[in-house]
């Protein structure tokens, strides 16, 4: 059973940067693709951004596009979501997500994290 742990969620102020780190317990992690998700209070869970096993190939959702920066060490069976100039709106739980194919798509994804909390206040 794969695992995701995700950590580096904390409480910031608008304009700060953060970096979140999702480590996988399997090394298979090295032939999934990787997607970061977030979910406000309320809210159904947004794609963020993701990539391919190979790191060469990323996506991003629209409203992080220029912020946000995803990544991946697969020697470290490890992935990165590093975020700049946070805004209040990117007040979420954050999860990471493994699966076979780079998609923006929620179900695509077989394996999830348990989540981390980023909190930006108004």
């Known amino acids: 059973q794969v695992q995701l742990v995700e950590s580096g969620g904390g409480l910031v102020q608008p304009g700060d940067s953060l970096t979140l780190s999702c480590v996988v317990s399997?090394?298979?992690?090295?032939?999934?693709?990787t997607g970061w998700f977030r979910q406000a209070p309320g809210q159904e869970r947004e794609f963020v951004a993701a990539i391919n096993w190979a790191g060469r190939s990323t996506t991003y959702g629209d409203s992080v596009k220029g912020r946000f920066t995803i990544s991946r060490d697969n020697s470290k069976n490890t992935a990165y979501l590093r975020m700049v100039n946070l805004k209040p709106e990117d007040t979420a739980v954050y999860y990471c997500?493994?699966?076979?194919?780079?998609?923006?798509?929620?179900?695509?994804?077989?394996?999830w994290g348990q989540g981390t909390r980023v909190t930006v206040p108004r």
């Open positions: 997500a493994a699966g076979a194919t780079l998609t923006t798509s929620t179900g695509a994804y077989n394996y």
């Open positions: 399997e090394p298979s992690f090295r032939t999934y693709a």
